[in-house]
Structures are given as C-alpha cells and as structure tokens.
C-alpha cells in the first residue's frame, strides 16, 4: 500500500495545449517533460521487465516504409497475455490487473490526486515513454472504450508539444493483453507514412482509408468546432463496433495538412475493424495490433526481422481488415450519416 500523497499529480487546462507543432520543435511542455522524467527514473530503478534494448531498425524497403525495429525482450519477457474470448468479456479481479500496481510502477496522477486517472509504465516497453493511461482505474473497467477515456487521451495528446507522441487502444479479441480499460502512449521518432496519407471524405466527419493495406477509418480534429464534438463522433464510431461485437483497433498521431511541410496542425485518429484473436497470442514473431496497422512492427525474432518483406505485411494486413471493413463502412453510413 502506498501513499496517495507521494503521486506527482499533474494539474492542467485547455491554456495549455498545443494544436501545432514543427517537426523540429525542441521546446518540450511540461507534459512531456514531466513523462520523461517519470519514465526514465522508473527504469532506472527497474520498475519494468526489462530496459528497453531496440537491437536493430530499418525502413523496409517498398512504397508503404514501414518501420521495422528488433526488440526480442517484448516476448521473452512479457507478461503472459490473458486469455480474451469475447469483445465484450466481462472484468475478472482474478489474476493481474491495474489495480495491483506497486507505487514505483505509477508515473503521476492526471486526475484529481486520488490515482483513479493515472499515467503508469508498461512493463514491457517497445519505445521510448512507452506507458498507459489509466482512466477510472479504480471502478475495474474491462478493456471497452469509453468516451471518458477517449477524452483524457486526446487531451494529453494536445498537451504534448512533440510532433512523435502516438497513442493507441487494442480492444479486446484485438490483441489487447489485459482485460482492465488502458491505453498506450509512446514517442516514435519515425515519420509515418498514416501522418499524412491521402483519406477519402465518406460521411460527415468520417474518412476512409484505402490507399492502405490496412483498410480503415479517419477522423480529422481539423474537420470539427471542437474537441467535445470530435471525441463524440470518434465515440460513436468505436461504440458501434462495440455494440456489434466487432474487433477493434484505435491509433492517434499527429498530422499534416501538406504532406512535405514540417508543421503538424491536426489531429488523426484511425479506427480499424478487424478480425478476431480468440486464443492466447503467438508473441514469437509480430503481432497486428494498433502499431503494426499505424506502420510500427516491434520484431520478437532476428530470423523474421531478417527475411520479412513489404508484400509479406501487405497480405496480413488485408487479411486482417479488409472484410470487417467492407461490412462496416456500410452500416457506418446507415447508422452514422446525418
């Protein structure tokens, strides 16, 4: 049992955040200063499975660059994923779960200073800052979105002052690890090729991606008057592939209006249908989550890391999607379009 005193809680406003940024910004906000601070004293005193050691990376070669990085620790030393056999599996208190954190592996408070709202490390990093957000962690929530957490995560996205922060959400039967409601946040110093792909306009608010192999959707925060109206029609999107039991995974990253400019002045989010995992996960090799759908493959074996090839992703990745999204773009426009 810990304190609630000795948390650092990080007190903010709507004054604070940041809706563009150069590529080259060098002038950390507080926010993000604050994370790495956090981040890098919990390594050092171990508070995780392992210090992140990305061996090798590169840019595949061919049209998509996809970012290829070597980082064996992931699955030799994670944690045991639990079992999910259902997208809307109830919460267990059986076994881990976020409310089992030792004070060393809690970063700081973005709530009220009572840890409901925290910011705590991931056990097994795949990047620099790799943490989560906890929302309600408290109430025991299984890992279903909610519009409440949606909100604390674009929030933080907009207190962020570097272009490289990404955040994302594996639901359940998605390759979510953990049946308890988080999200990952981590910096990736990649341009991704997602930052500024062409989108085609489907209904109001909602693009879709197709010059992709993953087949998804977009929604812009440029395309909305406000941060409330954003989050709510990102909400209603991933609420009905809730409801239909649809798998689902989220990403969010910084943009650019102009592909070769240096300024991000928006906001993505891509929600991608998807095909169900239903059995404990393979973490031998990679697995398709929200950063391999965003372009970010965290390699577990040197022999895959060596011989993987553009068209080998592209055919997963089709594999994966494409089905669950030619059956929602249909409902989306009969359910959503307005």
Known sequence: MFSYEQITTFVYNTKNFNF?????ERDESSLDRLLRQKWNQAEEVKASRYILNIRDSKILEGKYRFLMQLNPDRSQKRRDPELITSVLQPFNSIGFNFTKLTQQEILFDIGNGDTNDIIAINASPLEQGHCLVLTERLKCLPQIMTEYSLRKVIELFLLSNTWSLRAIFNGLCAHASINHL?????????????????????IPGIHLLIDYPAKGFCL????????????????????????????????ITRAKSKPNDELYDDI??????????????DTTAFLTGACELLGHFSI???????????????NVLNDVTEEY???????????LAK
Do not use: G, P
């Open 220 to 251: 812009k925060l440029s395309d909305f008057k406000s941060i409330t109206d954003f989050v709510s029609r990102i909400f209603s999107v991933v609420n009905h592939l809730q409801s239909r039991q649809v798998a689902h995974n989220v990403c």
């Open 20 to 24: 563009a940024i150069k590529l080259y």
């Open 268 to 281: 993505r989010v891509y929600i991608w249908a998807r095909k169900s995992i239903t059995d404990v996960k």
């Open 300 to 314: 577990r074996d040197e022999n895959t890391y060596k011989n993987l090839t553009e068209d080998n992703i592209i």
């Open 325 to 335: 999204f030619l059956l929602i773009k249909d409902e989306l426009k009969n359910v």
């Open 182 to 202: 988080h999200w990952h946040l981590y910096y990736l110093k990649n341009e991704m090729l997602l930052e500024h792909i062409n989108i085609h306009s489907y």
